[in-house]
């Protein structure tokens, strides 16, 4: 897959914040790039100064629905979903119909151009996880019947669609297992930690943390997730693959690292955990590491010093 003008990468969801800067690297790289979104959570913003230019096109689309295309393709990246809290307890169907028929549709567009298929699965597929750090030998501990399932199974599920392809179709799949990720291009109020933290913290409000702050979560910045998420494509490997920084923090460290970047007066306000909130979050990357040679290079402070210049700009 080098750049030759035949190299087309489909990727749904490239209007979102992961799939945009997907689109820019894949540009980057020489391969033509058709963009498919229906804005459900993404946003025209994202992609606008990609419009026009050669080699990308964009496409209005629900992937629930099939989709046709007359051109050949290398690669599709599926990466279609609403992917914070907030989102798909708000769209709780569509998140099941784009983990499930979007993913259906696109294994068989797949299939039919006889194209390499990343699925971007989640670290959600461990639920609140009994094991620590996570590996991807390990199940998950996921409750199908709370608020958060639909987002948990309909990635799973999508797992299983993606391996049935695999071993049925013979379709070359990469599964990846995306841990927290952040930079520019997150929605101020999407719910997720970071951009919730930053949008309170530039606008001197109450910074709010849900229970003492204790849980964690492991934070890997944009540009590290595309890297390792292009390794994983062009590599052999089937996966699941977990993609994301190893470095832990507590919720409450990562509020009061914001808080000290944005010299913010903020104060830090508890609030009630949600349901099924997981208490751990932390990717063993060893496979990645040994199978990809990838490994995250952007601290955490570093990361959101640009994230938090890029909302200053926004706000």
């Not at 994202?46 to 689309?61: D, M, Q, S, V």
């Not at 629930?64 to 990466?79: C, G, N, R």
């Amino acid at each position: 897959m080098g750049k030759k003008k035949s190299d087309t990468i489909v990727i749904t969801g490239g209007a979102g914040f992961l799939g945009s800067h997907l689109c820019d690297k894949a540009l980057a790289l020489g391969h033509q790039v058709i963009c498919v979104d229906n804005f459900l959570t993404g946003s025209p913003d994202n992609i606008a100064h990609l419009i026009g230019r050669p080699g990308f096109r964009f496409i209005k689309h629900d992937v629930s629905q099939d989709l046709y295309l007359t051109e050949p393709v290398q690669a599709i990246l599926h990466f279609a979903s609403p992917a914070s809290p907030r989102d798909y307890l708000e769209y709780p169907i569509q998140t099941l119909k784009v983990g499930a028929l979007g993913t259906h549709k696109m294994l068989g567009l797949a299939k039919a151009k006889k194209a390499r298929f990343l699925l971007a699965s989640t670290s959600e597929v461990y639920g609140d996880p009994q094991i620590h750090p996570q590996q991807e030998t390990y199940w998950g501990h996921v409750n199908p019947v709370g608020p958060r399932g639909v987002y948990d199974e309909a990635k799973r599920y999508a797992e299983a669609l993606s391996m049935a392809y695999h071993r049925t179709h013979g379709v070359a799949v990469r599964i990846v297992r995306i841990f927290n990720t952040f930079g520019p291009r997150m929605r101020q109020h999407d719910g997720r930690a970071v951009p919730e933290f930053i949008s309170a913290a530039l606008r001197n409000k109450p910074i709010p943390v849900f229970g003492q702050g204790l849980q964690t979560r492991s934070l890997c910045y944009i540009e590290d997730e595309v890297e390792g998420l292009l390794k994983l494509l062009f590599s052999k490997h089937v996966g699941p693959i977990n993609i994301g920084n190893p470095q832990e923090h507590t919720i409450l460290e990562i509020a009061e690292l914001i808080k000290k970047l944005t010299r913010s007066k903020s104060r830090i306000v508890f609030k009630p955990l949600p349901t099924d909130d997981p208490k751990v979050r932390q990717p063993d990357i060893a496979l990645a590491k040994k199978l990809l040679g990838w490994s995250p290079k952007v601290s955490l402070e570093h990361g959101l010093k640009k994230t938090i210049d890029w909302f200053r700009k926004e706000i």
